[in-house]
Nanobody, 123 residues
Framework: VQLQASGGGLVQAGGSLRLSCAAS????????MGWFRQALGKEREFVAA????????YYADSVKGRFTISRDNAKSTMYLQMNSLKPEDTAVYYC?????????????????RGQGTQVTVSS
């Protein structure tokens, strides 16, 4: 399974961006999918995750209420709608998937990993 993240860019504080993660290859709609981010000089951290059918979503406290994760299995694509962006949201964002029904907050538990997309929020 190959994952391709896109949609990053430069935005002013308070603005919005929508990230996409397209899966190809032997993509399975049964995978748990997630978003992680890594700011310069910091550890990679969990942002959000979603179960295979989209019924359950999970968020880091720092993004709860501002970010929304979703998926369209028919298009093999996952999304991260980011609103009310803050300068501290600046990071490289990675999408990932794991062939499991249980969500994990650890990037190492995700088998499939996309390349990152840069999000920069200016103050």
């Amino acid at each position: 399974v190959q994952l391709q993240a896109s949609g990053g860019g430069l935005v002013q504080a308070g603005g919005s961006l929508r990230l996409s993660c397209a899966a190809s290859g032997r993509a399975s709609s049964s995978n748990v999918m997630g978003w992680f981010r890594q700011a310069l000089g910091k550890e990679r951290e969990f942002v959000a995750a979603i179960t295979w059918n989209g019924e359950h979503t999970y968020y880091a406290d720092s993004v709860k209420g501002r970010f929304t994760i979703s998926r369209d299995n028919a298009k093999s694509t996952m999304y991260l709608q980011m609103n009310s962006l803050k300068p501290e949201d600046t990071a490289v964002y990675y999408c990932a998937g794991r062939p499991a029904t249980v969500v994990s907050y650890s990037f190492r538990q995700y088998t499939y990993r996309g390349q990152g997309t840069q999000v920069t929020v200016s103050s």
